[in-house]
């Protein structure tokens, strides 16, 4: 992979370069929390690697949009219309969860909605320090080969630009002048005391390849039981993970001339009627068996698309849940065969 | 880009009443080409939708073997099969499929088929019956038992009483209770027909079972008790479904999903992922 060097202060006038090649998006504060959304000024954008509230997917699968439009005759798809897209500041355990998606989505039955978006959008990003909810050097998510277009490291004096596709190439195409080809001895060794530091950072491990025989010999453990008594089967921790893929669809009548919308929102297996069939059986109706199943994708396996654990160790669930029922807590009940009654189990990190 | 979730336009060519709230819909593709060329495997299933009411899934009642129409047998359960129940004769509706991995015609060939089922199951089941009197000579014997509530809650009653007098079929039909006193059949539950079928070779037998989740308990019990190989015991099952390709995680199971890796599975499967019934 060819690797440049951008200045410090380059990397606006880089941004506002290639903003004029597609919609820019990227972090930004709003409230208390970071979200992905469009930069018109970028003064808006937040440089430094952040985790934000909600994760990537919501660019590629937005929480509601409209499948097909039935107009009392026939069906129509409107997925040829989606603006070229740039997308700054993605990190590496992201980018993990965007390839997952692409086995998924792409698996027999190529889902369209998702890889339009996908192929509309070029990705920069962006290597981040950990923050003490991040797990991504135990789900082995911190380090990406593929999935982006450009990937960005801050070593500080200047950023390391990795150039991953054809498509990041001609992003650099586009203000060549800004980089510096010659990567020196010197700076591999600033590369490397980086990685050391950010290596040394992680607060909290879990030993990824040693859980799915945990989940087998815990399936009719007492700590699921237990787990769902403080469940409040909110589904957050479904809408902040960036592997949950699940989504509903319903038709939506549009009063007055009586046409269809087919729309299709983000659902989560923790609410009640996920696995409801018509007629009223419900394949889960205990909260420990859904449960059960969110942590089975997320330290067993996750589909046939992709058998390994989906985790990417992201940390969102256990800055987000409620009652702090998260990766950290479950794998600590795993061990330990007790669910931490005290609920603040994990520090909370931002 | 095709867009998998596009429903094809159909029309409804007959729609009648097989029990008080099971109908038979026979569907064709508006496109004739696309009907006659449409192919598919027994135990394989449809999505139906119905715009302003949605879609779910519907296992083909037919045989691929007779190609033109796909013929379906519905109960009304829920919201879509009420929407769908209202519809007549001619009217339009939209399919797409065929999903799911459907039964293993190829592995199957040259085996007997034990053939069991409970109820609705028939809806499933009828599409490998009809699929192995079409093509009789890639099995050997062909069982067939049946257990419904009363005879008026038996699916294709008549023509599975056709089924009696061939010869190239064993066709055992029973029900729980018949207050009519005129059943020419058994009355009894599916299992207690297991011991009037002789000789069975179990290392030479494929048993398909579909029925209500209780019956499922007892019937698998018998099978292995005859010694037919665990993964020679195939059942198909339910789940719910919005996308029947694999994607919207509905039907999930462990880390399966009933639409790509069902919705026919082995009773191995049943012992190896605890959830599948």
């Given at each position: 992979m060819r690797t440049l060097k951008l200045k410090k202060g380059n990397l606006d006038t880089f941004l506002a370069k290639i903003s004029e090649l597609g919609e820019l998006w990227g972090p930004r504060k709003k409230g208390e929390v970071y979200i992905y959304d469009r930069i018109d000024d970028l003064r808006d954008l937040v440089k430094e690697?952040?985790?934000?509230?909600?994760?990537?997917?919501?660019?590629?699968?937005?929480?509601?949009?409209?499948?097909?439009?039935?107009?009392?005759?026939?069906?129509?798809?409107?997925?040829?219309?989606?603006?070229?897209?740039i997308v700054y500041g993605v990190p590496p355990c992201e980018i993990h969860s965007l390839l997952i998606f692409d086995k998924l989505f792409g698996l027999k039955y190529k889902d369209p909605y998702y890889f339009k978006r996908r192929e509309k959008t070029i990705i920069i990003a962006l290597s981040c320090t950990p923050s003490s909810a991040c797990l991504c050097k135990s789900?082995?998510?911190?380090?990406?080969?593929?999935?982006?277009?450009?990937?960005?490291?801050?070593?500080?004096?200047?950023?390391?630009?990795?150039?991953g596709t054809s498509k990041g190439d001609d992003l650099i195409r586009a203000a060549p002048e800004l980089f510096d080809k010659n990567v020196t001895q010197e700076d591999i060794q600033k590369f490397i005391k980086w990685r050391e530091v950010r290596d040394g950072k992680f607060k909290k491990s879990i030993d990824f390849v040693t859980m799915p025989d945990l989940m087998d010999l815990n399936y009719n453990s007492h700590i699921w039981k237990e787990f769902a008594e403080k469940c409040l089967s909110c589904g957050a921790c479904s809408m902040v993970c960036p592997t949950c893929n699940c989504y509903d669809v319903i038709?939506?009548?549009e009063l007055g001339d009586n046409s269809v919308n087919r729309e299709r929102f983000w659902d989560s297996c923790m609410f009640k009627e996920y696995s409801m069939v018509a007629g009223g059986h419900n394949f889960r109706e205990a909260k420990a068996e859904r449960l059960k199943l969110w942590y089975t994708h997320k330290l067993k396996s996750f589909t046939d698309a992709y058998k390994k654990y989906s985790c990417v160790g992201c940390g969102r669930c256990v800055i987000t849940c409620p009652v702090d029922i998260n990766?950290?807590?479950?794998?600590?009940a795993l061990l330990t065969g007790k669910v931490d009654k005290d609920s603040l189990l994990t520090e909370k990190g931002k | 880009m095709t867009n998998p979730y596009f429903p094809e336009p159909a029309r409804i060519v007959r729609k009648y009443e097989l029990t008080k709230d099971v109908r038979f819909f026979q569907v064709r593709f508006i496109d004739t080409e696309r009907a006659l060329s449409f192919d598919y495997k027994p135990g394989q299933f449809m999505m139906f939708s119905i715009p302003g009411t949605g879609e779910a899934p519907f296992s083909i009642s037919s045989t691929p073997s007779r190609p033109g129409l796909l013929e379906f047998c519905i109960r009304k359960t829920g919201r879509l099969t009420e929407a769908l129940f209202r519809l007549k004769e001619n009217d339009e509706i939209g399919?797409?499929?065929p999903y799911g991995n459907g039964f293993?015609?190829?592995a199957m060939n040259g085996f007997?088929?034990?053939?069991?089922?409970?109820?609705?199951?028939a809806a499933p089941l009828r599409s490998l019956i009809l699929y192995s009197l079409d093509n009789r000579e890639q099995f050997g014997r062909v069982h067939l038992l049946y257990g419904a509530k009363t005879p008026a809650d038996m699916l294709f009653r008549e023509e599975f009483l056709e089924l009696i007098d061939r010869e190239d079929v064993e066709c055992l039909l029973t029900v729980d209770k018949d207050n009519s006193g005129k059943w020419p059949c058994y009355t009894g539950l599916v299992t207690s027909l297991f011991n009037r079928i002789e000789d069975i070779k179990p290392e030479n037998t494929y048993a398909c079972v579909c029925g209500p989740p209780i019956m499922y308990k007892f019937v698998l019990n018998e099978l292995v008790k005859l010694?037919?190989?665990?993964?020679?015991?195939?059942?198909?099952?339910?789940?719910?479904m919005k996308c029947g390709i694999g994607k919207c995680g509905h039907c999930a199971i462990e880390d399966i999903y009933t639409c790509m890796d069902g919705p026919v599975f082995t009773y191995w499967d049943v012992l190896h992922m605890k959830e599948l019934i």
């Amino acid at each position: 992979m060819r690797t440049l060097k951008l200045k410090k202060g380059n990397l606006d006038t880089f941004l506002a370069k290639i903003s004029e090649l597609g919609e820019l998006w990227g972090p930004r504060k709003k409230g208390e929390v970071y979200i992905y959304d469009r930069i018109d000024d970028l003064r808006d954008l937040v440089k430094e690697p952040v985790i934000t509230f909600l994760p990537i997917k919501k660019l590629f699968l937005p929480p509601r949009f409209q499948m097909l439009h039935y107009d009392g005759k026939i069906y129509e798809e409107n997925i040829n219309q989606f603006e070229q897209r740039i997308v700054y500041g993605v990190p590496p355990c992201e980018i993990h969860s965007l390839l997952i998606f692409d086995k998924l989505f792409g698996l027999k039955y190529k889902d369209p909605y998702y890889f339009k978006r996908r192929e509309k959008t070029i990705i920069i990003a962006l290597s981040c320090t950990p923050s003490s909810a991040c797990l991504c050097k135990s789900a082995r998510t911190h380090v990406i080969e593929e999935g982006f277009d450009l990937a960005i490291t801050d070593l500080n004096d200047f950023y390391l630009v990795w150039v991953g596709t054809s498509k990041g190439d001609d992003l650099i195409r586009a203000a060549p002048e800004l980089f510096d080809k010659n990567v020196t001895q010197e700076d591999i060794q600033k590369f490397i005391k980086w990685r050391e530091v950010r290596d040394g950072k992680f607060k909290k491990s879990i030993d990824f390849v040693t859980m799915p025989d945990l989940m087998d010999l815990n399936y009719n453990s007492h700590i699921w039981k237990e787990f769902a008594e403080k469940c409040l089967s909110c589904g957050a921790c479904s809408m902040v993970c960036p592997t949950c893929n699940c989504y509903d669809v319903i038709d939506e009548i549009e009063l007055g001339d009586n046409s269809v919308n087919r729309e299709r929102f983000w659902d989560s297996c923790m609410f009640k009627e996920y696995s409801m069939v018509a007629g009223g059986h419900n394949f889960r109706e205990a909260k420990a068996e859904r449960l059960k199943l969110w942590y089975t994708h997320k330290l067993k396996s996750f589909t046939d698309a992709y058998k390994k654990y989906s985790c990417v160790g992201c940390g969102r669930c256990v800055i987000t849940c409620p009652v702090d029922i998260n990766i950290l807590s479950v794998v600590e009940a795993l061990l330990t065969g007790k669910v931490d009654k005290d609920s603040l189990l994990t520090e909370k990190g931002k | 880009m095709t867009n998998p979730y596009f429903p094809e336009p159909a029309r409804i060519v007959r729609k009648y009443e097989l029990t008080k709230d099971v109908r038979f819909f026979q569907v064709r593709f508006i496109d004739t080409e696309r009907a006659l060329s449409f192919d598919y495997k027994p135990g394989q299933f449809m999505m139906f939708s119905i715009p302003g009411t949605g879609e779910a899934p519907f296992s083909i009642s037919s045989t691929p073997s007779r190609p033109g129409l796909l013929e379906f047998c519905i109960r009304k359960t829920g919201r879509l099969t009420e929407a769908l129940f209202r519809l007549k004769e001619n009217d339009e509706i939209g399919i797409r499929g065929p999903y799911g991995n459907g039964f293993p015609i190829d592995a199957m060939n040259g085996f007997d088929l034990f053939i069991i089922i409970g109820g609705l199951g028939a809806a499933p089941l009828r599409s490998l019956i009809l699929y192995s009197l079409d093509n009789r000579e890639q099995f050997g014997r062909v069982h067939l038992l049946y257990g419904a509530k009363t005879p008026a809650d038996m699916l294709f009653r008549e023509e599975f009483l056709e089924l009696i007098d061939r010869e190239d079929v064993e066709c055992l039909l029973t029900v729980d209770k018949d207050n009519s006193g005129k059943w020419p059949c058994y009355t009894g539950l599916v299992t207690s027909l297991f011991n009037r079928i002789e000789d069975i070779k179990p290392e030479n037998t494929y048993a398909c079972v579909c029925g209500p989740p209780i019956m499922y308990k007892f019937v698998l019990n018998e099978l292995v008790k005859l010694n037919i190989p665990k993964h020679q015991i195939l059942m198909t099952l339910e789940r719910r479904m919005k996308c029947g390709i694999g994607k919207c995680g509905h039907c999930a199971i462990e880390d399966i999903y009933t639409c790509m890796d069902g919705p026919v599975f082995t009773y191995w499967d049943v012992l190896h992922m605890k959830e599948l019934i």
